[in-house]
């Protein structure tokens, strides 16, 4: 099978093979739980660090947008909670909620 091009492909392929939306979702979920422990680590790598800074670069235009709005913020597909932890930097006060449908990447 040749690689998806287009979003309604993706749905339905997952390392080059045909598969269902839910074997897809299955496929994913169990990739992302099995790499958690060292995402962090392989972004590091892989970006020279400069993940890093982009972050940062989010989450200060995230606070800018959010203002002075009350409640909790929430990150959701919010993998191993590393905006979380800067955003933890800037609102050392405030409720942040990380959701993310791996288990493995939840700390």
Known sequence: MERATDLEQMKTTFGGRAVSEDERQTEVTGLFNRIAPRYDLMNDLMSFGTHRLW????VSRAIAQLGDVPGPVVDLAGGTGDLALELRRWLPDDEIIVADASKGCSR
């Open 55 to 58: 972050k940062r670069k989010v």
